[in-house]
């Protein structure tokens, strides 16, 4: 199975928040996990990404929380801002070997509000 | 600073039209990708590609072809549009075997009318 299930699809949180965005694989050979920020008028760029050797990983106020037994894998936003509001896609891929591309989750559309 | 580049942000294209969606990297990249993005199904597949010439089917390549002769160059094709494939289409990039660490262009916004 190759599909990556994301929620929620929309999240708004107030300023100071922290919003969590929540993703669950099948593939049990993925092996890169990266999230994608995406602002309106531009492609989607690579945030923050974990591999399953770690249960966490952090990136200034972003935080990857990894799960492998039960093959989920979350994005928590530390100390949110306005200017964090945007789409955020998670990914899954196998790794070095070839394959078909990252398959993404189909995105949380995240507002921040003043 | 511009590292993956689509010719066009903006087209509008009749049904039946033959249509090609260009994109250009400048990164030396082996991988090539082209992905369509539709409200509330995410970012899909369409094909991609790990060496000039070469191409593999994604998830969705119906309706679509593509061409890779040259390296830094990997065309998305559109034989005869239909108003179903109207959508957002972004081009990526990345590095054989980089395990996703992927360069998307800005995006191609496609009307078919």
């Known amino acids: 199975q190759q599909q990556v299930k994301q929620s929620p699809q929309s999240l708004i949180v107030q300023k100071g928040g922290i919003p969590i965005i929540n993703c669950a694989y099948e593939?049990?050979?993925?092996?890169?996990f990266p999230w994608y920020q995406q602002f309106p008028g531009k492609g989607p760029a690579l945030l923050i990404a974990?591999?399953?050797?770690?249960s966490e990983k952090k990136e200034g106020r972003f935080t990857i929380s990894f799960n492998k037994s039960a093959k989920q894998f979350s994005l928590h936003i530390m100390d949110s801002q306005p200017g964090d509001s945007a789409t955020y896609f998670c990914a899954a891929c196998v790794s070095g070997g070839g394959a078909d591309g990252l398959t993404f989750g189909k995105g949380t559309h995240l507002i921040i509000q003043p | 600073d511009v590292k993956v580049t689509q010719s066009s942000r903006y087209l509008v294209k009749r049904t039946g039209e033959k249509v090609f969606l260009e994109c250009v990297q400048d990164m030396d990249h082996e991988n090539m990708f082209w992905y369509r993005q539709d409200p509330g199904l995410g970012l899909r597949l369409i094909y991609f590609s790990y060496d000039v010439k070469m191409k593999e089917k994604g998830d969705i390549p119906e309706g679509y072809s593509v061409s890779r002769e040259k390296k830094e160059r990997f065309s998305l094709i559109l034989e005869s549009a239909s108003t179903n494939q109207t959508s957002m289409y972004l081009c990526?990039?990345?590095?054989?075997?980089?395990?996703?660490?992927?360069?998307f262009g800005s995006g191609t916004r496609l009307t078919v009318v």
């Open positions: 593939n049990t050979a993925f092996d890169y």
């Open positions: 974990i591999r399953p050797d770690v």
């Open positions: 990526a990039s990345s590095i054989l075997w980089t395990g996703g660490g992927y360069t």
